[in-house]
């Protein structure tokens, strides 16, 4: 059993930066491929980007790439997720997830099966 805790959330201006952490807990964590994905009022959620079990690989969706980077330790179970010049609508609940898989394309990253969730953490840019 994996759980998976997101902190590093909060309200930030537009232009600003926010570092998401997901932590787990267990001795497998370097078995899974990481994943970030949020979710707005309203919306579906949507992938936001992933990460290969030894970082090599990071696919991320085209509106994060160039602002968004997504990165993992191994040693301390973390993935982290920095986020630079953040504008209005990212403003999503944002949330860490674990699979086995792993997506040929970016559309696939939906469709996979994930094996555990965190909780989420709240991200809010205010223009």
């Known amino acids: 059993q994996v759980q998976l805790v997101e902190s590093g959330g909060g309200l930030v201006q537009a232009g600003g930066s926010l570092r998401l952490s997901c932590a787990a807990s267990g001795r497998t964590f370097s078995s899974y491929t990481m994943t970030w994905f949020r979710q707005a009022p309203g919306k579906e959620r949507e992938f936001v980007a992933a990460?290969?079990?030894?970082?090599?690989?990071?696919p991320y969706a085209d509106s994060m790439k160039g602002r968004f980077t997504v990165s993992r330790d191994n040693a301390k179970n973390t993935q982290y997720l920095q986020m630079n010049s953040l504008k209005p609508e990212d403003t999503a609940v944002y949330y860490c997830?674990?699979?086995?898989?792993?997506?040929?394309?970016?559309?696939?990253?939906?469709?996979?099966?994930?094996?555990?969730w965190g909780q989420g953490t709240q991200v809010t840019v205010s223009s």
């Open positions: 997830a674990a699979t086995m898989a792993w997506s040929p394309s970016r559309e696939g990253w939906g469709k996979i099966v994930y094996d555990y």
């Open positions: 990460i290969s079990r030894t970082g090599g690989s990071t």
